[in-house]
């Protein structure tokens, strides 16, 4: 099993741990595992944005790097990611000249997974023989649930470390009010948002919070964080990776 | 679009017809337009949808219909009473108007009514009634009035839904629905053979019967429980504009 | 609070410093998601009703030309007339006209959302037409000068002790101490108000073609009173409101009140064939009324079904936009939405809030005047999952932000120009991974350079300064994936 790593442009540049760990699990679960440096961005930002000149730009880009790739998959740690390729590219290339574009898209948009949906529904894997003490809740990211339909994976996967109480919050799948760059456009709705996820959080009694966006997971360390809270935030391929 | 439908259009608005039609050829572009089109195009009807209940329609016995719509009628408040016999109903009714204080009741001009006799039969329990159908002089306004005055309207339904515990009254006749609306407690009189078990199969009914016939009805209206309101603080309160109580009554076998 | 002055962040500031509409907003929102969920949960076919729902409104929405011919047709064979409104202003002009020609001084009013757009009430006002809001929360809203906060639930924002002030002030009556009481205070005076007027003036929820059937649902009981009581109704419609034939209401008359209020049923339906004939044996006595209203010049019964454009065709004509014209307004994606919950209705600047007031406010009013809408959401699609039409809200917020930018429509010039070079900025360097990763570095570099006890400090950039305003942001430590994967190689 071939398996090129689509790492986003979050974890590349400032959490680039849960990159490696996500390398490291899918490592001993007996995948080669590479990585294109000439990947970049998926474009996800500029699109959301509204700008589709840019984003069109960068998907361009995008295809350019992994149709090289032989792997058998593209796998991202992150929902939102891995939907923009699988869901919102299409739309990009949907002009009548963009018919060779749409095939090459095709291509790759057909081989991308989030990393949870990877290993429970392409490897059929649960156990990866992880461990780790403490009580764990989930946050659902919205785009890794709605867009992908992924909920269930990732609880098994947390379900089967070794040590781990794992606990539901109150409606975990609510935001977390990150949603990009409206987390600095309307900073005080969104923190307004995320202060009811935190307290779920709080109520939940885990002393860690895991999710699989990097982009969740800034919003609610930081959030946790500024109000000097115990609890600890973890994303879903680092908790995997421990021993 | 006919011109003897145009008109028929009589009592209009504005004193030229010019700028009716001017108006009504404007909106009807501009939809054409964004449309993509230049003439209205008569489309291939819309595929047909199954809209199966979880419980089918046809298993259910008429014991269970009755079950299930008293049980549902009871969740939104109304009140719901068997009657076997014309004097279990007009015992019914007394018993209520007298703990509610009730000295006059509107009858709407069902049928039903005439057939039991039920004017007589409230009588003789000290209750008087009128009836919307037969009023006198004075016309409408009396009508209402009288109304206002009494406490309590008894009218017949024509369908019933057990999934929701509703009552509908299809009626042309207008004095009807008025007695199901002014007075503050509404009883409604129903046969267990009109409890059907879906919204879909009164719809049905109700097209066939009285909506898509030559003269059509000229309404029908759904009563589920009586009048209520959530505006204030999401905090339930019963009896806003409507009846503030609601009986069923289902009458014979 | 003048709304309009502020923007739409300002507006959001002054909704979440209001204690009191926080706790109102949380326990409304709270209770609607609940009761609708359970309401949800008893229809197993429910994602059946939903697709067969949106494919009605999507046939109906395609040939909207040949059903509001038939529907038109169909209400004039009922005797009814039928008014086609290009604008607000139509519609106001038409119903003014209407009361002056039939000499009616006061019009009960019933919820509508159509007439809000138009501010039916104060184009009426002026003309010295009285109007009268009959829905408590609208009632409520109308004493108190204000705009709704829910489309449901207008008055949602207001605690008892606030509407019983307001009463108390208004209406010169006791200061009530239960809601019961502020009920049955609407219900005695509003009464006498429908009793007197002499036209309702209300919306419609659906509009039949086949059969010329207006059809309205509610709880209250003010709807029927308003198309029982005074001789003449007025329905002013929406055109995307037409569905083809009556079969096809039992979907949405499942759909609606469950998604709306979590009600299997709503308390009254009412289902409308044109103006009323008298009662059996009642004459219709013009010279002998003695009510304030005057006479009628016709001795009937009216019905005037005014259809209303008000920009919907622009909608229309947009492919990509029409999907918007399938919502029935039952508000669940109001409920559902973190935005909504935290800024309540007002704070959107018009009448539609919530996700669907994102994506119609835009574009009935232009994206130069609610153009920054779409941009306030996270995007977490919640609303779609609620959607009883199973419109993609998402993808049409998606959809305008491109537009607004597109068209250059941005709120502040400044703020605009900084983030289109940020962003071209940006995709230059994406498509050129070495520069991306120097980028990177140096970005990285400069954070930890502005950085103190392992957090990020804004150093006068704006968006940084936005984010650590609420939330930490830990220093970049280490280097980038890309590097370490290179060291290790």
């Known amino acids: ?243 | 679009m006919s011109d003897a439908s145009r008109a028929s259009d009589k009592g209009r608005v504005f004193a030229d017809d010019e700028r009716v039609l001017a108006d009504e050829g404007r909106v009807l572009d501009a939809v054409r337009r964004a449309l993509g089109r230049s003439e209205t195009a008569r489309p291939d009807p819309l595929e047909p949808f199954d809209e199966t209940n979880a419980e089918g329609e046809a298993e259910t016995s008429r014991e269970e219909l009755i079950a299930r719509f008293t049980f549902e009628a009871g969740a939104v408040g109304s009140h719901v009473h068997r009657a076997d016999s014309v004097g279990e109903l007009t015992d019914t009714v007394a018993r209520v108007c007298a703990d509610a204080d009730v000295k006059e009741v509107a009858l709407s001009g069902a049928e039903l009514f005439a057939e039991l006799n039920l004017s007589a039969r409230l009588a003789a329990h000290g209750l008087s009634s009128f009836a919307a159908s037969d009023f006198g002089p004075g016309g409408r306004e009396g009508l209402i009035a009288r109304l206002e005055g009494c406490g309590a309207g008894v009218t017949a339904a024509d369908y019933a839904i057990a999934e929701t515990g509703t009552v509908a009254l299809g009626s042309d006749e207008e004095g009807a629905l008025l007695v199901s609306l002014l007075p503050a407690i509404h009883f409604a009189v129903l046969r267990p053979s009109q409890i059907a078990w879906s919204l879909g199969a009164v719809i049905e009914r109700l097209k066939a019967e009285r909506m898509a016939r030559a003269e059509p009805c000229r309404s029908a209206t759904f009563i589920t429980g009586p009048s209520r309101t959530s505006d204030v603080e999401l905090v339930l309160s019963i009896g806003v504009h409507g009846p503030k109580e609601l009986h069923l009554i289902i009458l014979g076998e | ?489």
């Open chain 3, 1 to 489: 609070m003048n709304h309009a002055e502020q923007d739409l962040a300002g507006r959001s500031h002054a909704a979440l410093e209001d204690a009191v509409l926080q706790t109102a907003l949380k326990s409304a929102t709270d209770t609607f998601i609940s009761r609708r969920r359970e309401a949800v949960a008893g229809v197993p076919e429910w994602q059946a009703l939903r697709a067969r729902a949106r494919r009605v409104k999507e046939h109906t929405i395609n040939n909207l030309d040949y059903y509001l011919e038939q529907l038109a047709e169909k209400v004039r064979e009922h005797g009814g007339h039928v008014y086609w409104a290009t604008t607000g202003e139509d519609v106001g002009h038409y119903c003014i006209e209407l009361a002056r020609a039939r000499g009616v001084t006061s019009v009960v009013k019933s919820k509508s959302m159509a007439t809000e757009e138009i501010e039916l009430n104060h184009a009426l006002e002026a003309a010295g037409v009285r109007p009268i809001e009959t829905d408590l929360g609208e009632y409520i809203i109308q004493l108190a000068r204000e705009k709704p906060s829910h489309i449901i639930v207008p008055a949602i924002h207001k605690t008892r002790e606030q509407i019983a002030e307001l009463f108390a002030e208004k209406l010169k009556c006791g200061l009530a101490r239960e809601v019961a009481e502020i009920t049955a205070v609407a219900r005695e005076r509003l009464r006498g108000e429908f009793l007197s007027a002499g036209m309702g003036i209300t919306g419609a929820n659906f509009a039949v073609a086949e059969t010329g059937t207006i059809v309205l649902v509610e709880n209250e009981g003010n709807i029927r009173l308003s198309t029982q009581v005074p001789r003449i109704h007025v329905a002013v419609v929406g055109i995307e409101k037409v569905v083809p034939r009556f079969e096809d209401l039992s979907v949405f008359l499942r759909l609606l009140p469950r998604s709306g209020t979590g009600q299997k049923q709503t308390a009254y339906v009412s289902f409308l064939n044109g103006p009323r004939r008298r009662t059996r044996g009642v004459e219709a006595d013009v010279a002998s009324r003695s009510s304030e209203q005057g006479q009628a010049s016709e001795s009937e019964f009216e019905f005037h079904l005014v259809l209303m454009d008000n920009g919907r065709t622009r909608i229309l004509a947009d492919e990509r936009m029409r999907e918007s014209l399938y919502c029935i307004r039952c508000g669940a994606c109001l409920n559902v939405c973190p935005v909504y919950q935290k800024i309540g209705g007002q704070a959107y600047g018009w009448i539609y809030p919530g996700p669907i007031g994102a994506v119609v406010s835009p574009l009935l009013q232009g994206l130069k005047q609610a153009g920054e809408l779409p941009f306030a959401s996270s995007l977490c699609g919640a609303c779609r999952d609620a959607c009883p039409v199973d419109i993609n809200l998402p993808d049409l917020l998606l959809a305008l932000r491109a537009k607004v930018k597109e068209a250059g429509a941005d709120v502040g010039v400044a703020r605009n120009f900084a983030e289109r070079t940020a962003m071209r900025g940006y995709a230059a360097a994406v498509k050129r991974p070495k520069l991306f990763a120097a980028a990177g570095r140096l970005v990285r570099g400069l954070a930890r350079l502005v950085s103190k006890d392992g957090k990020v400090r804004s150093a006068g950039v704006p968006a940084l300064g936005e984010w650590t305003k609420y939330r930490d942001l830990p220093a970049p430590r280490g280097g980038s994936f890309r590097e370490r994967w290179k060291k290790k190689r």
């Open chain 1, 1 to 243: 099993m071939r398996v090129s790593l689509f790492v986003t442009c979050l974890v590349d540049q400032l959490f680039p741990r849960v990159g490696e760990a996500m390398a490291a699990t899918l490592r001993r679960l007996g995948c080669e595992v590479t990585f294109n440096e000439a990947q970049t961005c998926c474009g996800q930002p500029a699109f959301n944005t509204g700008y589709r000149a840019q984003a069109r730009a960068m998907a361009e880009h995008f295809v350019r790097v992994f149709e090289r790739e032989r792997a058998d998959f593209i796998v991202a740690p992150s929902g939102s990611c891995a939907a923009m390729v699988r869901n919102f590219y299409g739309e990009l290339f949907h002009a009548p000249g963009d018919e060779e574009w749409r095939v090459r898209l095709e291509s790759v948009r057909t081989r991308v997974r989030e990393f949870s949906e990877f290993l429970v529904r392409e490897l059929g894997v649960e156990d990866v023989g992880a461990r780790f003490e403490g009580r764990v809740t989930y946050h659902d990211a919205c785009h890794l649930l709605r867009e992908l339909g992924v909920a269930d994976e990732p609880r098994r996967l947390i379900r089967a470390v070794r040590g781990v109480e794992f606990v539901e919050m109150e409606a975990p799948d609510t935001c977390c009010g990150f949603g990009g760059t409206f987390s600095v456009k309307y900073a005080e709705i969104s923190n307004s948002i995320l202060q009811e996820k935190l307290a779920r959080i709080t109520r939940s009694g885990a002393g860690t919070v895991v999710a699989n966006d990097s982009s969740c997971l800034m919003q609610i360390a930081g959030g946790l964080s500024r109000a000097g809270s115990p609890v600890k935030t973890m994303h879903l391929t680092e908790l995997l990776a421990s021993r």
